[in-house]
Every structure is written in C-alpha cells, then in structure tokens.
C-alpha cells in the first residue's frame, strides 16, 4: 500500500525536523523545503497528499506558494503560523488553504488536524455521477464540471459541494452542513469558515443559478424543474 507523502514547507529548521521524524514515525513520507523556490523545485518529483506551509518564508509569502499550489491541483495546504488574529485565518482559507494552525501547537494535535483534511480530501468510488443545471462531479475521478470544462476545487469546496449534490432540492441548515464538514477532533471550524468556503466554490461554479441561498436558515442546490 503506498504511503501518504507531506510536504512541509518550512525555514525553521528546528520546527521542519520535529515534524518530520513525528510525521514519519506515523508512516507518512515526509519531504521539506525551506522556501518557496525549493518547494516548487520538488513538487512536480512527487505526488504529495498534504502540504504544511510556514506562513512567513525567506523569498516569499506562503500565499503566494498557496495559490500556486491551487491554480493547478487540488492538494490540501495547512497554513502554520504564529499570526492568530481573525482577519488572517479567514484571508488564508479564501486563498484556498483547507486548514491554519497557530504556533506553538503540539504535534499530537497536528497530527489530528493532518489526518481531518486527509479524510474530507478521500472519497468512496461509486458507479454514478451527480449534477444539478450545469455542473457535474464525477465521485470516481473526483472531478468537478461546470458546462462541460474542469473546475479544480480544494478539499473543502469538494465535499461542499458534494454534500448539497447528494442532498439536492434539500435545504442544508448551516449547523447540519458545518458538522459534516468538519470533524470535531481539532479542526478549525467557525461559521465564518462555511461562509468563506461557499463563496469560493459559487466563484469559481461562475455563481450558478441552482445555487441557492436560504436566508436564514442556510443553502440548497435545486433542479430547475424541482
């Protein structure tokens, strides 16, 4: 069975080696880069799960490396960092970020935020398709389309929008849809997070019309002829 494989972008190096021999011990492949040149050096040699992103970097913003990192794949990021003030998190996840942990943090709790965006990004193959108006997600490929061209979403917007598909012309309280999103073992969740993962997924669906909102009380995808 192949092994998940990390990268952790990092110039700490004290921080990078704790993860790493944590990380492996745990049968993860751990690879590490300590800038963002580096880090988009070794990404296209490897098929990488998982990033952890130091926010701050020698040669960049860790931003930037995310967006980089979104325009072409749908591999979860996990911002780390010592900036906790709100107005950072919610810019962090409307890059695309899928997570943002605060240093200091304990390993174990990584570990455990680490394994949460795993499972979201993992999906159960199945033999059928769901649509709603113009988009389709194809569950045995994870792909999502919008009229027929790819949409490449993050793990979050993925399982977003795949929760309202399986419940279509169902109307998705935002406690419902906040609880099957995010698992309760330590991963970041707030109401806002929802708000800011919904707007990122109607974006980049080009704010499609079965889309709606439910003021309220929360959000429903809906067949034209519900």
């Known amino acids: ?41 070794i990404m296209p040699t490897r098929q990488f799960d998982l990033i952890l992103l130091d926010w701050n970097l020698p040669d960049g913003n860790g931003y930037d490396l995310c967006s980089y ?26 890059m695309g970020a899928d997570d943002y942990i605060v240093k200091p943090f304990q390993l174990s709790i990584l570990f455990s935020r680490i394994n949460a965006v795993l499972r979201r990004n993992r999906t159960v ?27 490449l979403l993050t793990a979050g917007e993925y399982r977003l929008l795949l929760i309202l598909l399986e419940n279509k012309n169902q109307t998705m309280t935002r406690s ?26 109607r974006e980049k669906l080009g704010n499609p019309s079965c889309m709606k909102t439910i003021r309220g009380i929360g959000y429903r995808l809906e067949d034209d002829d519900a």
Not at 69 to 94: A, H, M, Y
């Open 1 to 41: 069975m192949r092994k998940q494989e990390l990268l952790i972008v990092e110039d700490d190096e004290t921080i990078a080696f704790g993860i790493k021999v944590f990380m492996q011990k745990r049968d993860f492949v751990v690879t590490c880069a300590d800038s963002i040149l580096m880090a988009k050096l």
């Open 125 to 151: 193959p199945t033999t059928s398709n769901l649509s709603c108006g113009g988009i389709m997600l194809d569950k045995i490929m994870t792909k999502v389309f919008c009229d027929g061209i790819e949409v």
């Open 69 to 94: 990192v979104k325009k072409s794949s749908s591999i979860p990021v996990i911002f780390l960092t010592v900036r906790d003030d709100e107005k950072d998190i919610v810019q962090g996840l409307d």
């Open 176 to 201: 419902v849809l906040l609880e099957k999103l995010w698992d309760i073992d330590g991963a970041f969740v707030n109401d806002n997070t929802l708000s800011v993962t919904l707007k990122r997924l």
